[in-house]
């Protein structure tokens, strides 16, 4: 008994039913005859034909077109399950362990060539550096939004607030006097950085608003 031939077509591992029928000592004939009987009992059923038996053609040393089958592992098993005795055992033990290490091949990690190699590594890298222009876009996306929407937190109010006392305190000695140059340094840091509130004056603008204040001028000093 030779050893059963198992190929992949399509990504479907199968067996030519000539293969079958050698191995089983049937003639091929016989052996399309008795999947063609198969055939007609699973059809009217709707149990997907082409799971055990698939329609092939081949041409013989006349070269005139003949009709063959490929067995799927479950048509071998539908050809075993019918036969008796040694030949049978003999059978299911070929298209098994056949099956078997084709499976085994189809899921093995490819090994590749320096060359494949090379290329994946190339493409791996290109993946690698669109993924990081795409971060950088996000981060600066980011960066944009914190730098537009967020505006001064409790603290860093406290110090804004703190650099005003400073200067208005360092320009005026008069109380009545500092509560005027209170209101108007303020409306001048809502109109200098265009917001309705001190408070509103966004993160990235709070050393640029110190430094201002710093250097404010009461009007009637100017």
């Known amino acids: 008994m030779n ?40 059809q009217p059923r709707d149990y997907g034909t082409e ?21 799927t592992r479950a048509g071998c098993d539908m050809v075993a399950n019918k036969m008796t005795g040694e030949k049978g055992v003999l059978f299911t033990a070929a298209y098994v ?3 078997g290490e084709m499976e085994k091949t189809l899921n093995a990690p490819k090994i590749l060539s320096a060359a494949e190699q090379l290329k994946a590594s190339m493409r791996l890298s290109l993946e690698t550096s669109e993924e990081l222009e795409q971060v950088k876009e996000d981060v600066s996306e980011i960066r944009s939004m914190v730098e ?4 001064l937190d409790h603290g860093e109010q406290r110090r804004l607030q703190r650099a005003v006392g400073a200067r208005i305190y360092a320009v005026e000695k008069d109380l009545d006097a500092r509560k005027r140059l209170f209101s108007e340094l303020y409306r001048e840091i809502k109109d ?10 966004k993160h990235q603008d709070l050393q640029s608003a110190i430094y201002y204040v710093d250097a404010w001028i009461p009007k009637q000093i100017s």
């Open 148 to 151: 537009n929407k967020i505006t």
């Open 51 to 71: 799971k055990f038996f698939v329609e092939s053609t081949y041409y013989d040393v006349r070269n005139q077109l003949r009709p063959c089958f490929l067995l």
């Open 97 to 99: 362990s056949r099956f």
């Open 192 to 201: 200098r950085f265009g917001v309705t509130s001190y408070k509103d004056v």
């Open 3 to 42: 050893e059963l031939k198992v190929v992949s077509i399509h990504g479907q591992l199968v067996a030519d039913s000539r293969d079958v029928a050698e191995m089983v000592d049937k003639r091929h004939d016989h052996l399309l005859a008795d999947i063609r009987k198969y055939l007609e009992i699973l």
